[in-house]
């Protein structure tokens, strides 16, 4: 865990310095940064903490973020993942200044090159992507220059124009940058700036056939939109020396990348790519899926973007690379729960109980608060009568020592309602038991009791003449192992067969009209929240988390 420091006394992370050091030498006003996220796919748990870094720290610091889509690859992209993506962001609490995509910068960004043309600092090579590999040396030993590498600024700004111009195949021709072949930033040795694509792309069309590779367009990007802090994960650290390179030489806006450590999350995965997987392999219901560490799928589970938010400001910004367990933002989706879940009794496994001495036909109402964490939120109305239902797993004929809950002479409390007793066991032919017979105490109800019999347990109960069944849909873990990525093996190998289970449950009248984007705290169940399945009449619950976290004893083991 990050820190335990509160929010007051926490200390600047390393990227918040620096902006309050270029803040107050005057180096800004105030500051630009951006959310590029690439458009193929839904953003996850990763991308929110980039999310909450980019936009918070426009929040703090004068200025604001962007939103820019990075669909420099025309074969990826997609408008529902756009769309997939606004929403995600809008519902973690963040507004952009601009909507931007750097397939708008085309125009410019072939300007650019023409320039770097002019000033010889690029050629045209046709060379192929093997040879151009086999050219680039190793780490430790220089390359060698491209047979093309010295053709004039004329006859490249010719050729360039015949494969803007679509004259040439896929692969055929590549614009490079002129650095310096044995440079020891194996990225500075004559990068590749432009391929030949003849592919459509989601928002120009066929209009090109050659697009920018993502060091030709990323810098400049920021460079037009004049982003002051561009940040970025660390395995951009070697690309900043070309960033800087571009941005020098075309004279353009001086933007800064600066790369911070990629959030790891473990028992998951974040990567789109992998992610894809799932959901074209059919291992999850879709992108939403709420076993999914995408944001749309926490959304769907019940997560709270105010939890996200808890957790990316908890696992804070670092330079190295680092994993956080999944547990840690159970513990804040449980934090934040806590305070605004409705409480409600379901009953998943029923077991019945018919209290004898209690008139048949007869309805009580007893009052239970709907949070005690919150007074504001005021009690409901819950109905007793002579037949109810608790948990199988509550009662036992013939218990160990420590059992506290309902066995044959023992009183328990129904949760706001009486202490009853259990008086008998009733089988069927076959043995199974098939009610249990209890009889309350009748000064005993909740808040005026003076019957002074002691309970040594409090169950949730649902009055079985207006208990409603609703389909509760239990989650577990979509992995097994810490690292599903790690080791021999695909990562799908390590999918936990039992992630999701679904059961009926009964549950008290109070949910038929409970407003469906409320969450709730199922009492000593857990918390949950409707499904975007359910319909009144056909209420769909998922169960967002457990009420404690009981993962690493029933699978770990
Ligand atoms: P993926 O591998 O899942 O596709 P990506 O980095 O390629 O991830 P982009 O859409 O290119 O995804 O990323 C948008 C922004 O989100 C980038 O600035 C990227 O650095 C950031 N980002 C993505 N994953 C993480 C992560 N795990 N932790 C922190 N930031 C991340
Ligand atoms: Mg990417």
């Not at 894809?276 to 944001?295: A, F, H, I």
């Not at 109800?445 to 019999?453: A, R």
């Not at 409707?530 to 993962?551: E, H, Q, V």
Request: charged share 30%; net charge negative.
């Amino acid at each position: 865990m990050a820190t335990e420091e509160t929010k007051e006394t926490k200390s600047l992370n390393f990227i918040e310095e620096i902006i309050e050091n270029d803040l107050s030498n005057g180096k800004y006003d105030s500051i630009i940064t951006r959310f590029p996220p690439e458009p193929n796919g839904y953003l996850h748990i990763g991308h929110a903490s980039s999310i909450v870094l980019n936009f918070g720290l426009t929040e703090r610091y004068k200025g604001y973020t962007n939103l820019r889509f990075d669909d420099t690859n025309p074969v990826t992209e997609e408008t529902e993942y756009v769309e997939a993506i606004k929403e995600d962001i809008r519902w973690l609490g963040f507004e952009w200044e601009n909507e931007l995509y750097a397939s708008d910068y085309f125009d410019t960004l072939y300007s650019y090159a023409v320039i770097l043309i002019e000033k010889g600092l690029a050629y045209v090579d046709d060379s192929s992507s093997d040879e151009i590999a086999r050219q680039k040396g190793t780490p430790t030993t220089p390359g060698m220059d491209s047979p093309f590498r010295s053709r004039t600024s004329a006859e490249n700004l010719a050729l360039f124009e015949r494969m803007k111009a679509g004259e040439f195949p896929d692969g055929s021709k590549t614009l490079r940058a002129k650095i310096d072949m044995a440079h020891p930033n194996m990225l500075m040795r004559d990068p590749v700036l432009y391929r030949i694509k003849h592919a459509r792309h989601h928002r120009t069309g066929d209009k090109w056939k050659i697009y920018p590779m993502y060091d030709f367009a990323h810098g400049q990007s920021d460079s037009i939109e004049k982003v002051t802090h561009s940040l970025c994960t660390l395995e951009f650290v070697p690309h900043r020396e070309l960033y800087n390179w571009l941005i020098e030489n075309l004279g353009i806006y001086p933007s800064h990348q600066y790369e911070f450590a990629r959030r790891n999350v473990n028992h998951t995965i974040t990567s789109k790519r992998k992610l894809m997987q799932l959901v074209n392999e059919k291992y999850v219901s879709g992108w939403d899926d709420p076993r999914m560490p995408t944001v749309a799928g926490m959304r769907r589970r019940g997560y709270t973007p105010e939890a996200i938010r808890d957790f990316v400001e908890r696992i804070g910004v670092s330079k190295r690379e680092n994993s956080v367990d999944l547990s840690l933002l159970e513990f804040c989706v449980r934090e934040h729960l806590n305070k605004i879940a409705l409480r409600r009794m379901v009953v998943l496994d029923p077991l019945k109980i018919v209290i004898t001495n209690f008139p048949e036909g007869e309805t009580e109402i007893c009052r239970s608060e709907n949070n005690p964490e919150d007074p504001s939120s005021g009690d409901r109305e819950v109905p007793f009568t002579r037949e109810i239902l608790i948990e199988k797993d509550d009662f036992m004929e013939n218990p160990p020592k420590k059992y506290h809950r309902l066995s044959p002479g023992q009183h328990v409390r129904l949760k706001s309602a009486y202490i009853i007793r259990c008086d008998e066991v009733i089988r069927d032919a076959e043995g199974e038991i098939t009610e249990v017979r209890c009889s309350y105490i009748e000064n005993s109800k909740s808040g005026q009791d003076t019957s002074g019999v002691a309970a040594k347990a409090t169950l949730h109960w649902v009055s079985a003449a207006h208990a409603i069944p609703v389909e509760v849909r239990l989650y577990d873990r979509l992995f097994l192992v810490e690292n599903p990525s790690e080791g021999e093996g695909d990562f799908k190998d390590h999918i936990n067969p039992a992630s999701l289970k679904t059961v009926t449950g009964y549950a008290e009248p109070a949910l038929a009209t409970d407003s469906p984007g409320a969450h709730f705290q199922f009492l000593r169940l857990g918390y949950f929240y409707a499904d975007k399945d359910s319909a009144p009449g056909r209420l769909i619950f998922n169960r967002t988390t457990t009420l404690r976290d009981n993962f690493a004893k029933t699978v770990q083991k």
